[in-house]
């Protein structure tokens, strides 16, 4: 017997699979973010923090923080049957930020997480994307004891463009960081669709 298509069903959809960077300053919740919505073990490339590197890691704020990222923390989430991203952290110390490069390549667009105790820490994310006109939006991880400030302030206090998104999330709770991530598709798309209309044809 030979079955009709609808009897053997739609074929398999072939999902779009989009790269999307983690980036801020260190101990701001990157791994964190990654390990809460992957899908998969996501992989580490952490090493203990050593005497060694206490001059160059700054570790103000984070005195906790015994280990780092040195290469990149990596994680995949299925957003729809048709849509699967694949998530890059990025090492937050300067000594490790010849690698973002190499990250941002091919990347739609990146997550700059924010703490608004060490709110400055982000600074260096910010302008590397700007420069490289790679849309991102803010998202500020919101620490337990850490002052809750309005998007808008946060805005102003990096003197974001009006159109860069800013959003509240908890890089813990797997539903936050998927609402931040779908945000992020949103913009970079828009961001496109405006380029695209802003070059002459």
């Known amino acids: 017997m030979i079955l009709g298509r609808s009897e053997r069903g739609k074929p398999p959809v072939e999902p779009v699979t989009l790269k999307i960077l983690v980036a801020g300053g260190f101990g701001v919740g990157k791994t964190t973010l990654v390990g809460a919505v992957s899908e998969i073990r996501p992989l580490r490339t952490e090493e203990l923090l050593t005497e060694a590197g206490r001059p160059v890691d700054d570790t103000s704020g984070v005195e906790g923080k015994h280990t780092t990222t040195v290469a990149m923390d990596f994680g995949r989430i299925t957003v729809r049957e048709d849509l699967v991203l694949y998530l890059f952290g990025t090492p ?110």
């Not at 337990?144 to 709770?173: F, K, M, N």
């Open 92 to 201: 937050g110390q300067e000594r490790f930020w010849f690698m973002w490069d190499e990250l941002s390549e091919g990347a739609l667009g990146a997550v700059v997480l924010a703490d608004t105790r060490r709110l400055e820490d982000c600074f260096a994310a910010v302008d590397y994307f700007e420069r490289r006109s790679i849309p991102f939006l803010v998202a500020v991880n919101c620490f337990e004891g850490a002052a809750r400030y309005p998007a808008e302030s946060v805005r102003q206090a990096l003197d974001l463009d009006d159109d860069t998104p800013v959003l509240l999330c908890d890089a813990r709770d797997r539903e936050s960081v998927k609402e931040v991530l779908i945000g992020l598709v949103r913009h970079a798309m828009e961001y496109a669709a405006d380029h695209r209309q802003a070059v002459p044809g």
